[in-house]
């Protein structure tokens, strides 16, 4: 059995981070090892006045005891940050639990739509920026990955420039690099693109937009990904079945989720993606 050590934030209502990862993972037979950065009481898209529980001097103690247990991980799996002092902590326990076999894949959870969320200071952006360097899978959103590198956001460009927003991301130090919500001049669809450094191929994977956004989708997309290569599969299939499998939420959402604050349908399909019972929107190459 395949294991995960997932350093995320735990929320006690709604989808996202751990309360999406675990279940994912899980159902594809991968052991989930939590490294909580925080305590929640909901997730922060879009609800009010939420009880937090910072758990940063907590996670030194957690990680301390996991070294002398002597543990090994498949993969080690990072997604929203609470401070740059997480960062650091994070750095260094790739650099202990690291080996020639597992990965690294660092999701840089800090913005959406040309904006950095409330909590998200200019060190973090610094310190996810080294983080990202530590990393073999990178998986940003359009708003992080130009915040990463410094440049202005953009909402729309052409394939070419999005080519090189992943090379100037993998030349930071990740292997393989996946960009989500891409938007492109004279086309109305979204685009995930994703770049294989060490074969030099590009992937896109093209999506009819839906106007709706939920909470957790990334860290939906970035766990059924991530499920698929530790099953052996190949990455520009894993980055085809995320993507296949999201729209399938975000479409089926539309119609059994009221609120949409509450996040994805996961649980009512769950047992598809398990079973691979859903329609595979193919990858191709750019």
Not at 8 to 37: E, R, W, Y
Not at 103 to 108: E, S, T, Y
Not at 167 to 182: D, F, H
Not at 232 to 260: M, N, P, Q, T
Request: proline fraction near 3%; include cysteine; hydrophobic fraction near 40%.
């Amino acid at each position: 059995m395949k294991r995960v050590a997932a350093v995320h934030d735990l929320c006690g209502f709604g989808k996202a981070s751990l309360n999406t990862i675990v279940p994912i993972l899980s159902s594809m037979a991968i052991q989930v090892c939590a490294v909580p950065t925080a305590v929640l009481s909901t997730h922060t898209g879009g609800y009010k006045d939420i009880a937090v529980r910072d758990l940063t001097e907590y996670m030194e103690e957690h990680i301390n005891h996991w070294k002398k247990l002597n543990l090994s991980f498949d993969c080690i799996y990072s997604g929203y940050l609470g401070s740059p002092k997480q960062a650091k902590i994070i750095k260094e326990f790739i650099e202990y639990f690291k080996t020639k076999d597992n990965i690294v894949l660092i999701d840089p959870v800090m913005g959406d739509d040309g904006e950095l969320y409330s909590s998200i200071t200019n060190e973090m952006v610094l310190e996810m920026k080294d983080l990202v360097s530590h990393a073999d899978i990178v998986t940003p959103n359009v708003t992080e990955a130009l915040m990463i590198l410094g440049k202005e956001y953009k909402e729309k460009e052409d394939l070419l420039y999005w080519k090189e927003i992943l090379i100037n991301l993998a030349e930071l130090g990740p292997k393989k690099v996946v960009l989500t919500s891409v938007k492109v001049f004279g086309n109305e669809n979204v685009f995930t693109l994703a770049y294989d450094k060490d074969l030099n191929k590009f992937y896109k994977v093209e999506t009819q937009h839906i106007n709706i956004s939920f909470p957790g989708t990334g860290d939906t997309f970035a766990s059924i990904m991530l499920s698929y290569i530790l099953k052996g599969e190949s990455f520009d299939k894993s980055v085809s079945r995320a993507c296949s499998f999201i729209y399938k939420l975000i479409e089926e959402g539309k119609h059994h989720v009221e609120d949409i604050r509450e996040g994805l349908p996961l649980e009512m399909f769950l047992k598809e993606l398990i079973l691979d019972d859903y329609y595979l929107i193919d990858s191709k190459e750019l």
